[in-house]
């Protein structure tokens, strides 16, 4: 079934334009609250959102969705979309909601939902709500007597501040570090910084002036400069970006040199298994990590899995085949044993735990494999399906015999935006920039021709 709403992370667009409007929000609302209910008891749901200006507008349109469909709606403010999902369970939710546009800019924004268990929703649930979102359901909605309340909760800040620390040894200090976290302006201003200190690091905190329009603007997981800098100027030994939901980061070693979601996995997974904490043998990553990284995995005796871009489909391949470290290259990295999402503080956390247990600064401890040169450019299309063409069809046949077996290549539309992106990774750098160029001109000109 082609979906209209939803794409490889929930639903996202621009805000006040269809989908990302007050109505689609507050049938969405309905038709989840309706998708989850589960009994005579009181039904709930948790909704928590970061710091971008059209979540006032987006939040009390779910609300009034939820409660036109009997459910008590808990609004946790702005927190980081892990913590939503652990809250979801901790309070026993039946749904758990998360408004945020993830590392997009500030007129951007998005729905995430999770299930009680903590986990995002499955295509076929995605479907049945997708389903239910242009019909007419008034219908089926609650009775009036039986209309839900919504409230907002204090003391969850705590919760998750707690539960990440304990992801860590109980007796592991931070002291002695100096660490810079970037929050990126976005949902984990608040909580971040307040673990890092607790846990006994000296703590420099930029980015932490939310004001709706700034977050994601030249800072966090996908803009690291400023990060760097600030590394640079205060001596730190790491530097830590989120994005403005704080369930991806990257990070930044004592010299500047940025370590990606690849080199973060192959640490964790590494450590671990040294630990005997590692199960499945391997780790879980998606089409667009490193082939480096696969080598290194293979190279310590463990395997490599590989599914479509996107957390939750790591995630599906994980619970179905008993891996707990998994993720992706842009810095969603999941740890299955704390987490049911991408936890960026909780991943920055064991990177801090192995740097922590070696003594060596952060360049030795993170910097785990060589990485295979790759490269990634984006195609912006119009409509249509370039990659259906004849012409595209044969160029991609083309550079995937170039590339042969010393390389990969992959091309995929971008399931939050409408690109093509176009990847490439081999031993030959001139080889891939020359294979990429080929195939984003081909595309190019196709869609010129659209």
Not at 23 to 36: L, N, P, Q
Request: charged fraction near 25%; charge should be negative.
């Amino acid at each position: 079934m082609s979906k209209r709403y939803f794409g490889t992370d929930g639903i996202r667009g621009r805000a006040n334009r269809f989908p990302m409007t007050p109505e689609v929000a507050m049938k969405v609302g309905m038709a989840a609250g309706m998708s989850f209910q589960r009994g005579k008891h009181r039904h709930r749901v948790v909704l928590g959102k970061d710091t971008r200006l059209s979540g006032y507008m987006l939040e009390n349109a779910m609300v009034a969705g939820f409660c036109a469909a009997g459910m008590d709606v808990f609004l946790l403010g702005p927190m980081p979309t892990p913590a939503v999902a652990m809250l979801t369970r901790s309070l026993r939710a039946d749904i758990g909601v998360m408004i945020s546009a993830s590392h997009n800019p500030y007129h951007d924004n998005g729905i995430k939902l999770f299930g009680p268990d903590g986990y995002k929703l499955s295509d076929e649930i995605e479907n049945r709500i997708e389903a239910m979102l242009d019909e007419e359901i008034d219908i089926v909605l609650a009775d009036s007597d039986l209309l839900g309340r919504a409230k907002r909760i204090d003391g969850v800040h705590d919760r998750y501040i707690e539960a990440a620390k304990r992801t860590l040894p109980r007796n592991m200090s931070l002291e002695g570090l100096r660490i810079v976290i970037d929050c990126a302006n976005g949902a984990a201003y608040k909580v971040a910084p307040e673990v890092l200190w607790e846990l006994g690091a000296e703590v420099i905190a930029i980015h932490t002036e939310p004001n709706g329009f700034n977050i994601n603007k030249e800072c966090g997981s996908t803009a690291p400069e400023s990060l760097i800098a600030k590394v640079h100027e205060v001596r730190a030994d790491i530097g830590i970006a989120l994005d403005g939901d704080a369930d991806r980061m990257v990070i930044v070693d004592e010299n500047g040199t940025l370590v990606d979601g690849d080199q973060v996995m192959a640490l964790i997974a590494e450590s671990w298994a040294e630990d005997g904490r590692l199960t499945g043998n391997g780790l879980v990553a998606t089409v667009m990590s490193n082939l480096g990284l696969e080598r290194f995995i293979q190279s310590k005796g463990m395997e490599l899995h590989r599914t479509k871009v996107g957390d939750r489909y790591v995630v599906e391949h994980m619970r179905a085949n008993g891996f707990n470290v998994g993720g992706e290259q842009s810095g969603h990295i999941v740890l299955s044993d704390f987490s049911t999402t991408g936890d960026g503080l909780v991943s920055a956390l064991q990177v801090l735990a192995c740097v922590k247990a070696s003594g060596k600064p952060v360049s030795e401890v993170a910097r785990r494999f060589e990485p295979v040169p790759q490269l990634l450019k984006n195609v912006r299309f119009g409509g249509g399906r370039p990659l259906e063409e004849a012409s595209v069809k044969s160029a991609i046949a083309d550079a995937e015999s170039m590339l042969g077996r010393s390389g990969r290549l992959v091309i995929r539309p971008s399931g939050t935006e409408p690109l093509i992106r176009v990847m490439a990774e081999g031993d030959d750098p001139r080889l891939v920039e020359e294979v990429v160029n080929g195939l984003v001109d081909v595309i190019g000109q196709v869609r010129s021709a659209a």
